[in-house]
């Protein structure tokens, strides 16, 4: 009996030397923090990119402009290659990836039901085409009842494209203002390829017979720059892993006194992508190709990254990282993030694989009654089937700062963001090297883009 119990003792003792010393080998393979990236070249990046002197990075803005002139000098000293270029290039300009978009800003409209002209303030217009002279049968008219959901019908409208005119009960007044809002600011089209309108009208009539719609808009070009730089792959290089983030953010306050900073949103998933793209240029041993782009005007449309898709094959990107707001600690702890639609593909599976030595791991989006997978640069490139998936920490229930002039440095946890950076590289690494390919996102799964607005 006691050889019995000592020969066990024997068993267990080299059972757990033996795992501890499998552990040790395999933490040791993952570096510390310090080694991966450095804390005060994160901090550098994002005091600059949330920094006053870029007043919220608007689109259009001349700050911007400069916002984007930073972020391709660092690529250059980094040492990255131009999407475009063959060799290693010191010439910041050659990372932008200019593009132009459409501004359109409603000029006039008028709307007579069955003889009487509407009061102005219950109408609203979203159109890609300049002038409108409706009479009967030149639109299609869809009335939308006080028990009708209002949102599925115009979603479904903006889906199909065309020219629609569209009565909607007075019951739907909070959401009618909410749309006739949006439109009012005016919209932004990558393409006018699908012209077509949607007028709505606020009214209580159930039957409508006769109809007359006059509107006017005018419409301008405006330009815009997404900042894109390479890796090439060792071995695989035809097979890209995209990191992106946006730099755009909403500016500063209609009476200029006030700046939305956007330290969180999304000046840390910047940061994050520069010093992603420092730490693997360093180690210089991807095998397949990394590609890193800033995208542009993210907030009013996303608009950088569909004119992004466009210029190069979807099915050579392996995986898209879209970083969004990993500034402030999540809700499973400091240093940890979730990613959105994880359901879509196996992308998380694999990357939580790496993270178990770690004793972390990736977590499914804790806020899906958001929409958060079809609200970010992500979503673009998952409608062309790549596993293009966001990865976020903020609490967005809680928040108080999102989309508030609140969101400057001084509300992030920049600990907690230097460990979701370090995460990210660890979680990544399989992707890099090429030794895991996930699955493709179903397209047909997908919700479509609107074509009017």
């Known amino acids: ?85 063959t060799t290693t290039t010191k010439n910041p300009a050659l990372f932008l990836q200019k593009f132009t978009v459409n501004q359109i800003k409603s000029k006039t409209l008028s709307v007579t039901l069955n003889g009487q002209e509407i009061n102005p303030d219950h109408l609203a217009i979203a159109t890609t085409i300049e002038k409108l002279n409706w009479q009967q049968g030149n639109a299609k008219t869809h009335i939308v009842g006080a028990n009708d959901d209002m949102r599925k019908t115009l979603t479904q409208l903006n889906q199909s494209g065309g020219q629609h005119l569209v009565i909607i009960n007075s019951k739907h007044e909070k959401a009618f203002n909410a749309y006739q809002g949006y439109f009012n600011r005016g919209l932004t089209k990558l393409s006018l390829q699908h012209r077509g309108a949607i007028v709505m009208v606020l009214s209580d009539e159930s039957e409508l017979e006769t109809y007359t719609v006059k509107a006017s808009a005018e419409i301008t070009e405006q ?55 420092q730490y693997y240029a360093d180690k210089g041993s991807n095998k397949r190709t990394l590609m890193f782009s800033a995208f542009t005007a993210e907030e009013i449309g996303g608009f950088g990254s569909k004119y992004f898709s466009q210029q190069l094959d979807p099915d050579d990107v392996v995986a898209m990282i879209n ?25 998380g599976a694999l990357l939580n694989e790496k993270l178990v030595a770690l004793d972390t791991q990736i977590y499914q989006d804790p806020y899906p009654e958001q929409g958060l997978f079809y609200r970010s640069d992500n979503a673009t490139l998952a409608r062309l089937g790549v596993p293009a998936h966001s990865f976020s920490s903020t609490q967005l229930d809680k928040d108080q700062h999102y989309h508030q002039t609140s969101d400057d440095i001084s509300s992030l946890d920049l600990t907690s ?37």
């Open 223 to 277: 330009s815009l720059t997404n900042v894109v730089a390479v890796l090439p792959g060792t071995e695989r290089a035809d097979e890209i892993v995209l990191y992106s983030s946006h730099y755009d953010h909403l500016g500063m306050t209609e009476d200029g006194k006030k700046i939305y900073n956007g330290a969180d949103d999304d000046a840390s998933g910047t940061t994050a992508i520069l010093n992603l793209a």
């Open 323 to 347: 970083i969004e707001m990993i500034g402030k600690p999540s809700k499973f702890g400091a240093g940890t993030v979730w990613m959105t639609g994880m359901e879509r593909s196996n992308l």
């Open 1 to 85: 009996m006691i050889k019995k119990i000592n020969s066990n003792n024997k068993i267990n003792r080299n059972f757990k030397l033996t795992a501890l010393l499998t552990a040790l080998t395999i933490t040791s393979s993952f570096p510390s923090i310090a080694e991966i990236i450095s804390k005060e070249q994160v901090i550098s990046d994002i005091t600059y990119l949330a920094g006053d002197d870029l007043k919220g990075r608007a689109s259009f803005s001349t700050e911007i402009d400069q916002a984007a002139n930073f972020l391709a000098q660092r690529f250059a000293d980094i040492g990255l290659q131009p999407l475009k270029a």
């Open 417 to 453: 963001m230097h460990k979701v950076i370090e995460s990210l590289a660890t979680a990544t690494q399989s992707l890099v090297d090429g030794t895991v390919t996930p699955t493709r996102i179903d397209k047909e799964q997908v919700r479509a883009q609107g074509k009017i607005y």
